[in-house]
């Protein structure tokens, strides 16, 4: 997949503009947020340019963030979006939520991997530590993550069984995320430190949402939102008493994952922890709390037999598997596997990637090249760039078997989420997501247990909520 090329086609200007200084940042701040939406403000401007490659501001700006540059060049195609997986012509540094970064106490004034560029040497140490976490957590995850899945579902059953209409899904989610993650990432259990045990995942939720309000649509009632999320950043002393509160759990209880840290990969121990938090809450916590809903929905709203088809797979392959439901069980189910994909592409977790012209180059969008200066700032919209209509037939529709069969598996070469290829693999020398793999085996085997357990369960079509969980008959 080539995104890069220095001969033909000829190129042309990048169209679009930023407008004038501090007025074409503020409108396109408020067409983001509030007048359009991140969907449509990306839409508009790809059919006003008639091009999948444009110049526009993102947020956040004016009037209390000072020093961010706005100006970004726009990426909605599969071809110029994989521009950004290059490290010989992207350098990601402080990039991972745009030109604003928050600030370093969020962190415990620790540069942690996910804002280096690998062109850093430390990013290579720590992103090998990372790989190695979840290579060595492989042998506790599964079990974990069915325990917590259970608590999870039976309280579920409990709301629906005492009579009540609706089960909000979200706390039991997050509880059993936060507490899978925990033991099987840094060996600690929540369920052993007064501090942590009921409100560790809600912690962490008050942590990522002080970094990432700024720049975040949240559909609140404008223009409240404007005034008071998007304005100005938010200081981290507001959130320092959970964050000491996490940090001394995974010091007292991640002894053996900070030891191999320190001794196999030169970190201090206070850059240990800061990272591990990060990875742990920012990316693990963070990702799957974004993910799990969408996946949960999508099925649970379905009228198409879709459910049946699943909990007939998984029911297959678990009788050949005597009952054994794991890792290698789920690479077996391939509707659940596409299921899982066609979900990850219609709604990408991480909906934004960001990455800085190394030198001049010439980008190749889908059917036209441009000329990019050094430093200029790359900015992918996901959840477009996966609905590109030369890659995807029938693009903005869910399509549970996409991914089937040969022609399917080919289309995973254009499954971006993880910040590279579904196909790709994450390594020391690149940024794709080191739970790459992971993410899509947890899903399926969350998908696997369900149907497993329950013959049937439905959504509500506008809440994070199961309206209907039956228990399994045979
Ligand atoms: C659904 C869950 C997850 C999603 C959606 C997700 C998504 C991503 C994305 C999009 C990136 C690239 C960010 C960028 O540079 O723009 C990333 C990086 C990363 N993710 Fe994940 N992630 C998830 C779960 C996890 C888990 C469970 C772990 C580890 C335990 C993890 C570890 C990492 C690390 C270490 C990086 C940084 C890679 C680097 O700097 O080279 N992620 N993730």
Known sequence: MPAVTTSVPPTRPIPGSYGFPVLGPLKDRLDYFWFQGPEKFFRNRMSTYKSTVFRVNMPPTFPFFTGVDPHVVAVLDCTSFATLFDSAIVDKRDVLVGDYMPSLSFTGGTRVVVYQDTSEEAHGRIKSFCLDLLRRSARVWVDEFLGSLGIMLSTIEGDLSKGATSSNFLVPLQKCVFTFLTKSIVGADPSTDEAIKETGFALLDSWLALQLLPVTNIGFLQPLEEIFLHSFPYPFLLVSGPYKKLYNFVEKQGKEVLERATSEYGMTKDEAINNILFVLGFNAFGGFSLFFPSLITTIGRENNGLRENIRDEVRRVLKGTNGELGFEAVKQMELVKSTV???????????????????????TSHDATFQVSKGELLCGYQPLAMRD?????????????????????????????????????????NKQCAAKDYVV???????AELFRKYDDFECDESSTAITKLEKATS
């Open 341 to 363: 994909y066609e979900i990850l592409r219609l709604h990408p977790p991480v909906p934004l990637q960001y990455g800085r012209a190394r030198n001049d180059f010439v980008l």
């Open 389 to 429: 209509p030369t890659v995807f037939k029938d693009p903005e529709s869910f399509v549970p078997t996409r991914f089937m069969g040969d022609q399917g598996r080919e289309q995973l070469n254009y499954v971006y989420w993880s910040n590279g290829p579904q196909t790709s693999s994450p390594s020391p020398e």
């Open 441 to 447: 085996w947890t899903a399926c085997l969350f998908l």
